[in-house]
């Protein structure tokens, strides 16, 4: 995921009048969303139950277990647990699961979540230090953030100079085996690449109430209410599923959206103060991890971008949704999948896509029994 707010959106004027009346209406949320197609979505959370339940042979146990990366600076185990079970609840009940589901999972604290380690479906990892090595592949896509500031007659605009990269995630793969007299019954699945979700080393990731608090429209009482639920959920020795599920829906008739990054709204007031131009200062942004979580799980469970669909991905259509003529794809804004608002609920969007997902991984798993 990358940071779509941080690219020069930030004009004095607009600021302050977006602040000031509000969000903007609530569109009418369409059927709209993309994920993987049917082969790949075995990989994620919901192929795996699904794989269980046609009763094909594998060799992962029926035992889901997710590896979380504890020990980070500016966010405690227990809230890294508790989101991480949330955003995992949250898909698991738009795709149709429900509490037995659940129990198959087992989420753990571990000091190094270990990719190569197959007996995981995923691991969670908000990294948390500059120089934390976190596989090569993530060590060039991840940056720091670069600030620069342009001043204009009357105004001053800031933006990330480098479109920085939030997170990663994708499903795991499975492979299988077949007799060749019969292709299409599968004999054996087993895993071969562990899922991931895995957040920049180059944030300071803290826990949602941050968030909460850094979201002007969530002052007063909503955010107060949200903020007491979270941390009875966070005192529990174990959420269940349905406790998640009470948060989860608390979350979405509050429409509760994540706020901007606090160093970045200083480092912009200072500078309009100042009337400096700026360029390319790095800083450290903080972010409320849990709208990237559950972007970055969304990849987990095989959620396209809802926004920018891949040339391979599967997508939906309604009457008003936007077509792109060129590639066939319909595309939405209103998802925790676009590139877009940083919703730490899932969308009406989001439902309707993981539950053709779900549907999708559920054929497949009957079609090589
Ligand atoms: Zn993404």
């Not at 499975?174 to 944030?203: D, E, I, M």
Request: glycine share 6%; proline share 4%; aromatic share 8%.
């Amino acid at each position: 995921m990358k940071s779509p707010s941080l690219s020069y959106f930030v004009l004095a004027a607009t600021v302050v009048a977006h602040s000031s009346c509000g969000p903007l209406s609530p569109l009418k949320s369409h059927l709209e969303f993309a994920h993987s197609p049917a082969d790949r979505l075995l990989g994620t959370p919901i192929g795996h139950l699904e794989i269980i339940r046609a009763g094909i042979s594998h060799n992962f146990g029926d035992r889901l277990k997710i590896c979380v990366e504890s020990e980070k600076k500016t966010i405690s185990n227990a809230s890294l647990l508790l989101e991480t079970k949330l955003a995992y609840v949250m898909w698991l009940k738009a795709a149709g699961y429900g509490a037995a589901d659940f129990s198959k999972f087992d989420f753990f604290l571990a000091s190094k979540c270990q990719r190569d380690d197959l007996s995981n479906m995923a691991s969670i990892v908000l990294a948390n230090s500059a120089n934390e090595v976190i596989g090569d592949d993530f060590n060039t896509l991840f940056a720091p953030a670069a600030m620069s500031c342009q001043v204009q007659p009357g105004s001053i605009s800031c933006g990330t100079t480098n479109g920085m990269t939030l997170g990663w995630g994708a499903a795991a793969s499975l492979s299988h085996s077949y007799l060749v007299s019969n292709p299409t019954q599968w004999s054996n699945v087993s895993r071969h690449a562990v899922g991931f979700a895995t957040l920049s080393q180059f944030v300071d990731w803290t826990a949602l109430p941050a968030g909460i608090d850094a979201n002007p429209l969530l002052a007063g009482s909503a955010g107060t209410e949200l903020k007491t639920k979270y941390s009875h959920l966070l005192a529990l020795e174990n959420q269940s599923f349905e406790q998640l599920v009470a948060f989860a829906e608390s979350l979405k008739l509050a429409k509760a959206v994540s706020g901007e990054d606090p160093v970045f709204q200083k480092l912009f007031h200072a500078s309009a103060q100042a009337g400096d131009e700026i360029s390319d200062v790095k800083f450290r942004p903080q972010y409320a991890a849990f709208h990237v979580l559950l972007h970055e799980i969304g990849h987990t469970f095989g959620m396209m971008h809802a926004d920018n669909p891949n040339a391979d991905s599967i997508t939906g259509s309604s009457a008003t949704t936007t077509l792109n003529p060129q590639t066939h794809q319909f595309s939405t804004l209103i998802s925790s999948m676009a590139y877009a608002d940083q919703y730490v609920y899932l969308t009406d969007d989001d439902v309707l896509g993981i539950s053709s997902a779900a549907e999708a991984a559920r054929a497949e798993a009957l079609l090589h029994r």
